[in-house]
Each structure stands twice: as C-alpha cells, then as structure tokens.
T-cell receptor
Framework: AQSVTQPDIHITVSEGASLELRCNYSYGATPYLFWYVQSPGQGLQLLLKYFSGDTLVQGIKGFEAEFKRSQSSFNLRKPSVHWSDAAEYFC??????????FGGGTRLMVKP | NAGVTQTPKFQVLKTGQSMTLQCAQD?????MSWYRQDPGMGLRLIHY???????DQGEVPNGYNVSRSTTEDFPLRLLSAAPSQTSVYFCASSIQGARSETQYFGPGTRLLVL
C-alpha cells in the first residue's frame, strides 16, 4: 500500500542545534508532499509543500525540506532550533483520490 | 475570519450513545474533511466532501456518518459510540481539494467513550 513513514517517533535536540526530521514515501510518480506542525493542544499548521520543480523547498519559521526522488524522502530541516519549535511534526502525501495520507508523526523536544 | 471552528472541545460519552461533532468554516472552501488522531498513527481520514451535497469515505469511515447541506458546515455523527472511537477529531478545509492544497485545520474535539 502507498504510505508515508516517519521513522523517528521522538527526537530531542538542544536549543541552537540543527534539526532533521525524516519522511519516506512509497509512491511511483512525483508525489505532492507536505509538512505540518502541531503545537500542543492545537490543530495542524502547514510548514511547507512540494509539488514539482526545485527540490529544496522553503517554508515558514525558518524550515526547509528537500525532495530526493532516489531515496523516496522528503526530510525537514532547520539550521538552528528554538525552544518554541517543540511540537509534533507530520509529513503528508496528497494522492489522486483527493485524500491526504499522513505519517505517524515525530514529536520534537528541545533542551535548553 | 474565524477560519475552521469545531464544537465541542471536549466530550465524554457512554458506549452506545450518539452525538454530532460540529465543524464550520467561513472561508467559502469547497473541500472539507474529518480526521481522527491516535497516538503513533498520525491523522487518518474518516470522511470528506468536495462540495455541498457530495460526500465520500476516507480511510476509516465505519461508525461515522456525514452530510454536507451547506458549504459552511460539515457535521460528523457517531451513531452508536464505542470505546474504539476515543480519539481527537480534527476538521479541515481547503479551497477545492486535498491533493495539492493547503489544509486549514480546526482546533480539534477530544472525545472519550466509556
């Protein structure tokens, strides 16, 4: 089955350190890919999205993601993490059936 | 704009009870959807609608009904609640679809079924 996988359930980084959250998808054609963030007790907010073109996508809050077709990956990165980035992050894939499929999520904790 | 609103924020039900989770949006979006969020499973699509009068099943539709009589509202009905339906429910909307568009999420409804 076509799916989205986030291998890391929890990640802890120190404030100011760099961050990379992994996302892998299983789909043959060029996918429509998204990263959403969920702060505690809140709904989800879009960070960035990729459809085609430049494989490095810039988003809000200083986040970026790189699409790598050869690795079926769409990893999220941030060069310097702030305490306010502590949240849960979801990778998602938009399919032709007009549905969004989410990964299981990665919970980010930030150490002071 | 209020965006996407959901009521109630929290609900406790007994097994077998029915209830309706409300969702409304004021952005004139055609596409609306319901997800449930369970630990480690991300969000799973329950039902969606591409416009008034049109609904379709998502990944986990069993035990839930929806209708879309207006563009603004998309209620989710639990006909006979079961403990397995304990979850956090999110409503989302977008201009036309889910494949390539930004989804706007409500704040969620936390449901506990005893």
């Amino acid at each position: 089955a076509q799916s989205v996988t986030q291998p890391d359930i929890h990640i802890t980084v120190s404030e100011g350190a760099s961050l990379e959250l992994r996302c892998n998808y299983s789909y043959g054609a060029t996918p429509y890919l998204f990263w959403y963030v969920q702060s505690p007790g809140q709904g989800l907010q879009l960070l960035l999205k990729y459809f085609s073109g430049d494989t490095l996508v810039q988003g809000i809050k200083g986040f970026e993601a790189e699409f790598k077709r050869s690795q079926s990956s769409f990893n999220l990165r941030k060069p310097s993490v702030h305490w306010s980035d502590a949240a849960e992050y979801f990778c998602a894939w938009g399919n032709a059936g007009n549905m969004l499929t989410f990964g299981g999520g990665t919970r980010l904790m930030v150490k002071p | 704009n209020a965006g996407v609103t959901q009521t109630p924020k929290f609900q406790v039900l007994k097994t077998g009870q029915s209830m309706t989770l409300q969702c409304a949006q004021d952005m004139n979006h055609e596409y609306m959807s319901w997800y449930r969020q369970d630990p480690g499973m991300g969000l799973r699509l329950i039902h969606y609608s591409v416009g008034a009068g049109i609904t379709d099943q998502g990944e986990v539709p069993n035990g839930y009904n929806v209708s879309r009589s207006t563009t603004e509202d998309f209620p989710l009905r639990l006909l006979s609640a079961a403990p397995s339906q304990t979850s956090v429910y999110f409503c989302a909307s977008s201009i036309q679809g889910a494949r390539s568009e930004t989804q706007y999420f409500g704040p969620g409804t936390r449901l506990l079924v005893l």
